[in-house]
């Protein structure tokens, strides 16, 4: 696709230095996107956001690993990108960690006497905002990026897909462990900014910026919409 639509928030993480760096080194244009999408969402269950919305210290007085009103934000965006997806015949998969095998759930469960077993199972739920419909592939990870050790490849090789939009959580630990293996599988990458979310705005922002840069074209949800329409629209022509 034509453009550029690059985020510029990371900027304030960014020394002095590091910005005239970016000046001479920095991507100047997006890479650009295929024709044959997917809409891949990693990690979006309740574990990272609570059942309520709350500012995310009191939240992480039950959910250890939460992520506030922030990654809630960034849900509600990115129930927006699932629709539009859903509306162009964009294919969606949903990844999510597997029951009983995410050892940092283990860990905050042993220290949080609150977190019962009842609660555990909910967390590990995708929250209901981008639950998958019927029909909708669910695949289930024992590590960070989505791609290893599951059919992730082959089920996007079977469809035939060039290009792989992300969102979900964390920017700086699943998200971006899936971004590097599936630029190294060779898939154009791309990463919708408002879509993810972190525990801290440092790790955020910088992940954003050095996906970018070496990875993936970082968009906002405007150009990841459009993009998903322009596919649909040009497809229909074809058909």
Known sequence: MEGN????????????????????????ALAGFGEKPAL???????????????PIFESMKLWP???????????????????????????????????GITPWMRSRRKK????????????MEIVEEVKPLPGE??????????????????????????????????????VR???VDGATYRFKMGVVDE???DRTEASHHMNLYDMHQKY?????????VDYFGKVAARRAVTI
């Open 65 to 99: 690993s939460s992520t506030g009103l922030e990654g809630w934000a960034a849900v509600d965006r990115t129930a927006i990108l699932l629709a539009a997806a859903r509306d162009s015949g964009i294919p969606v998969i949903h990844v999510k960690g597997m029951e």
């Open 5 to 28: 639509r690059m985020k510029a928030n990371w900027q304030a993480f960014l020394s002095e230095r590091d910005k005239e760096h970016d000046k001479l080194w920095g991507k100047k």
């Open 137 to 174: 592939l669910v695949i289930e990870k024992s590590a960070p990026s989505a791609f290893h050790g599951t059919p992730l490849l082959f089920q996007l090789i079977a469809l035939g897909v060039d290009t792989v939009i992300c969102a979900g959580e964390t920017t700086s630990g699943c």
């Open 40 to 54: 891949v969402l990693i990690d979006i269950y309740y574990s990272v956001l609570g059942l309520r919305r709350e």
């Open 216 to 224: 993936a074209d970082v968009v906002d949800l405007d150009y990841a």
């Open 177 to 179: 462990a899936s971004v």
């Open 112 to 123: 949080n006497p609150a977190m019962t077993e009842e609660l555990r199972k909910k967390g």
């Open 195 to 197: 879509c993810c979310f």
